[in-house]
Each structure stands twice: as structure tokens, then as C-alpha cells.
């Protein structure tokens, strides 16, 4: 299958402080790409979905100018959580479509767990 | 409601056995019907797609009543490395993204 990297994998860091995760489709080009959010023991929750070239689409709740998303490329996709506060630790997951792949497939990232101190 | 709803369990069954998985989706929109694996602190991985008309992979079969909204995960003579969390993950016709159950649990002891 195709392959996503996500970069970093962890992260640490204090109160206040704007963190960045990169999401790359390494053997594809991806138009679209999907950013969610898993607390411990609960479901993937879509954030936005990011379209290459114009501005992501984000799901009811979650704050477009807390969590700032950028998909330059078709092959990259980057989301800031800004002013990152501990509610915010998380385990961040992006996932991208490989249109020439089986319908609706989405090849997700390793993810990136982010805490907050 | 959930649009998708899972029992979580955890299910704990010994090496060998037969398990089986349930889901429901509130969405008759529902177009495409998925199961994923998921590990403990890893990113989901496709399982396998399922189909109308069930679908078998070795040792997994799955399936979907889109009349009750049903869908189904069988395995046979589990393995301890099936132990995973089992997501039932459903897109909505129209739609790009994907809704994602909370999850069962398989637990498969030796």
C-alpha cells in the first residue's frame, strides 16, 4: 500500500507554545488529505480535511485559528496547533486518498503524540 | 446516536477460536463500508473493504446488511497476534471522509 509519513512522531513541550506536524505521501500524490485526533480509548475524530491549493474544510467544533492547517503541496500537508494547551495532548493522525487506489481508501500516518505540559 | 456504534468489549478468547464483531451506522447514505486494525499507540491499517455480498480474506469474513445497517467481522482460529483493537469505519455517500467506530477490543490469550 502506499506509504504517509508524519513527522514528529512525539512531542513535548510547555503551555503556550505553537506545535508543527508535517503529514507527506511518499509514493503518491495526494489532492486530499485528513487530519484527526484520538483521546485514550475513544474513536478517530476527523478535524479537517485539507485540499491541495485551497482552504481546509473543518468539522463543527473545531477551531480553524487554533488549529491551522496548509496543504502546499500534493505531496504535504502541515497542521499548527497554536498556543497548545494540555487539553490539547493528543494523539494527532493524518491520512491521505490515493485516488488510484481502491475507492475511498484513505493510508493513514503514524501519528504524532503531542503533550502538553 | 453514534453514527457508528461498536461494543468495545474488551473480547477475550483463547487461540483458536472463533470471534465475531458487530456494527451498526446510523446513515442510510452510508456507501462504503470498511474494517480497520488498530494497535496499541499505532495509526489504523486497513483490515479490508466489505461488500454486499460478504467478503473473505484467510481468515477474516465480512459482512453488510445495508437493510438493518448491520455490518459483521469474523475470525477464525484467532491468533495471538490478532489481538488489535477493531475499528468499523463507514463513508457516507457524497462525503470524502471517513466516520470511525470507538473500537472493539480483541484480547487473544494463549
Known amino acids: 500500500g502506499a506509504v504517509v509519513s508524519q513527522h514528529p512522531s512525539r512531542v513535548i513541550c510547555k503551555s503556550g507554545t505553537s506545535v508543527k506536524i508535517e503529514c507527506r505521501s511518499l509514493d503518491f500524490q495526494a489532492t486530499t488529505m485528513f487530519w484527526y485526533r484520538q483521546f485514550p480509548k475513544q474513536s478517530l475524530m476527523l478535524m479537517a480535511t485539507?485540499?491541495?491549493?485551497?482552504?481546509?474544510?473543518?468539522e463543527q467544533g473545531v477551531e480553524k485559528d487554533k488549529f491551522l492547517i496548509n496543504h502546499a503541496s500534493l505531496t504535504l500537508s502541515t497542521l499548527t496547533v497554536t498556543s497548545a494547551h494540555p487539553e490539547d495532548s493528543s494523539f494527532y493522525i493524518c491520512?491521505?486518498?490515493?485516488?488510484?487506489?481502491?475507492?475511498?481508501?484513505?493510508?493513514f500516518g503514524p501519528g504524532t503524540r503531542l503533550t502538553v505540559l | 446516536r453514534k453514527e457508528v456504534e461498536q461494543d468495545p468489549g474488551p473480547f477475550n478468547v483463547p487461540e483458536g477460536a472463533t470471534v465475531a464483531f458487530n456494527c451498526t451506522y446510523s446513515n442510510s447514505a452510508s456507501q462504503s463500508f470498511f474494517w480497520y486494525r488498530q494497535d496499541c499507540r499505532k495509526e489504523p491499517k486497513l483490515l479490508m473493504s466489505v461488500y454486499s455480498s460478504g467478503n473473505e480474506d484467510g481468515r477474516f469474513t465480512a459482512q453488510l446488511n445495508r437493510a438493518s445497517q448491520y455490518i459483521s467481522l469474523l475470525i477464525r482460529d484467532s491468533k495471538l497476534s490478532d489481538s488489535a483493537t477493531y475499528l468499523c469505519?463507514?463513508?457516507?455517500?457524497?462525503?470524502?471522509?471517513?466516520?470511525f467506530g470507538t473500537g472493539t477490543r480483541l484480547l487473544v490469550s494463549p
Open positions: 491520512s491521505a486518498r490515493d485516488f488510484t487506489a481502491r475507492e475511498n481508501e484513505q493510508f
Open positions: 485539507s485540499n491541495e491549493g485551497s482552504k481546509a474544510t473543518y
Open positions: 469505519v463507514v463513508n457516507i455517500s457524497g462525503f470524502q471522509k471517513l466516520v
